[in-house]
């Protein structure tokens, strides 16, 4: 039984931080590149980060890059979002999820694996 646990979202002022956590169990993690997606109320769900399976490598949509850092730490099969900078555009459920394929994909479609989300708001 495959399964994803996100943690770490809630409320944030605009321009602070949030380090999201996705735990993994039920697969061999290190096989798997991760990917972080958000969906804000009303839109679609969009790609944010990925990493492969050794984290050597990442990838990042326009919007995030260079406020968002994702990692993984494979002896606790665990990926993060680190996320700074943070506006009220980014307001939206987080999801981690997996995917065995090699090359990069983006797609939600081509993530076999996915956790349940976690909210990040803004206060007021």
């Known amino acids: 039984q495959v399964q994803l646990v996100e943690s770490g979202g809630g409320l944030v002022q605009a321009g602070g931080s949030l380090r999201l956590s996705c735990v993994v169990s039920?697969?061999?993690?290190?096989?798997?590149?991760m990917g972080w997606f958000r969906q804000a109320a009303g839109k679609e769900r969009t790609f944010v980060a990925r990493?492969?399976?050794?984290?050597?490598?990442?990838y990042y949509d326009e919007s995030v890059e260079g406020r968002f850092t994702v990692s993984r730490d494979n002896d606790k099969n665990t990926v993060y979002l680190q996320m700074n900078r943070l506006n009220t555009e980014d307001a939206a459920v987080y999801y981690c999820?997996?995917?065995?394929?090699?090359?990069?994909?983006?797609?939600?479609?081509?993530?076999?694996?996915w956790g349940k989300g976690t909210q990040v708001t803004f206060s007021s």
């Open positions: 039920g697969l061999t993690f290190s096989s798997y590149a």
């Open positions: 999820a997996a995917t065995s394929f090699r090359r990069f994909v983006k797609s939600p479609h081509d993530y076999q694996h």
């Open positions: 990493i492969n399976w050794s984290g050597k490598m990442t």
